[in-house]
């Protein structure tokens, strides 16, 4: 029997499913685009929001998905926690403008399987959904370093800035603080009672060290420009 040709071998190889969540149209057309380019890649479904991604998600079956932290109607940590539970079996890969420092170790725990910042290239982002779909974690090479050196020293929270403290829902109502945002409307965004807000807002207090509400904004405003 002679070999299949190289051709038919391609076309008869599964294309890797991928769902892409971002509530920038454009990054996703971009993105969609370079995996269309790949080879191994198709794009199944996209998403500006949580809740379209988890309502799209068991018919367009993917096997990764792409992820941004900020989403249209909350957060993309909570996303991936939901993906995790519904779909042990499905990879994740984070893709966001936040800071890798802060976030990367985050994802990982949640059940992500790397990040990277949307300001690499397009290329180097289908690179590392590559990487992810062949069951590797991606991060930068910094980050991989920082992460291996505080695993060897076993002082994890030794070299924690105040902010790296915080919990992921703590820092997500942080961040919506220095966004300018009540607690009513981060309570709105993020489908929580007031209450549970200003729980957080409590905590959050007690770790940064701040006395008063008024400093707490002029910290996280200040917080929120220093990342940007």
Not at 37 to 61: I, K, R
Not at 93 to 120: P, Q
Not at 179 to 194: D, M, N
Request: glycine share 6%; proline share 3%; charged share 25%.
């Amino acid at each position: 029997m002679t070999d299949m040709p190289s051709a038919e071998k391609k076309a008869s190889r599964r294309c890797a499913r991928v769902m892409l969540v971002d509530d920038h149209p454009v990054v996703r057309h971009g993105l969609a685009q370079a995996i269309g380019h790949a080879g191994d890649l198709e794009v199944c479904a996209q998403a500006a929001s949580a809740g379209d991604a988890m309502a799209a998600f068991d018919d367009a079956a993917p096997d990764v998905v792409v992820i941004d932290l900020s989403l249209e109607d909350g957060s993309g940590m909570d996303l991936i926690k939901q993906i995790k539970s519904a779909s042990p079996n499905t990879r994740m890969l984070v893709a966001s403008m936040h800071d890798e420092n802060l976030y990367a170790e985050r994802v990982l725990r949640a059940g992500a399987m790397g990040y990277i910042n949307k300001e690499e290239s397009m290329e180097k982002i289908v690179e590392a959904i590559q990487q992810v779909m062949r069951g590797r974690i991606y991060l930068s090479s910094n980050m991989a370093d920082q992460v291996l050196n505080r695993v060897t020293r076993g002082d994890d929270d030794a070299d924690q800035s105040p902010v790296e403290t915080l919990s992921d829902r703590e820092l997500e109502v942080f961040q919506q603080i220095g966004q300018g945002l009540t607690t009513r409307q981060i309570a709105e965004k993020l489908h929580l009672s007031p209450k549970t807000i200003e729980t957080h807002r409590e905590h959050i207090k007690t770790k940064l060290n701040i006395s008063n509400n008024n400093q707490l904004v002029r910290f996280a405003a200040q917080w929120m420009i220093e990342q940007s």
